[in-house]
Nanobody, 118 residues
Framework: VQLQASGGGLVQAGGSLRLACTAS????????MGWFRQAPGKEREFVSG???????TYVDSVKGRFTISRDNPKNTLYLQMRSLKPGDTAVYYC?????????????WGQGTQVTVSS
């Protein structure tokens, strides 16, 4: 599976962005998908995951602000980000789970930069 993330950019604090991740292959709907991020000088961090059936999970720091969703016919994963903060600045990656839920993770995308200015 190849993953292609897009939708990043520069936004002011309080603004919104929607990230998208398109996946190749015919088995997208069978697997969990997730979003991770990596800020400069920090380790990659799990942000959110969505199971094959639509169940979701979020890291505490984004709960209530970010929404993960998937469009299986389009093989596309989304991350709607609202009320963005400078601390959300990072490269965001999508990943495919080896299972129908939340990991282990494989098939990372190339990342898209999100920069939030204060």
């Amino acid at each position: 599976v190849q993953l292609q993330a897009s939708g990043g950019g520069l936004v002011q604090a309080g603004g919104s962005l929607r990230l998208a991740c398109t996946a190749s292959g015919r088995t997208f709907s069978r697997f969990g998908m997730g979003w991770f991020r990596q800020a400069p000088g920090k380790e990659r961090e799990f942000v959110s995951g969505i199971s094959w059936s639509g169940g979701t999970t979020y890291v505490d720091s984004v709960k209530g602000r970010f929404t993960i969703s998937r469009d299986n016919p389009k093989n596309t994963l989304y991350l709607q980000m609202r009320s963005l903060k400078p601390g959300d600045t990072a490269v965001y990656y999508c990943a495919k789970s080896e299972t129908s839920t939340y990991g282990p993770w494989e098939s990372w995308g190339q990342g898209t930069q999100v920069t939030v200015s204060s």
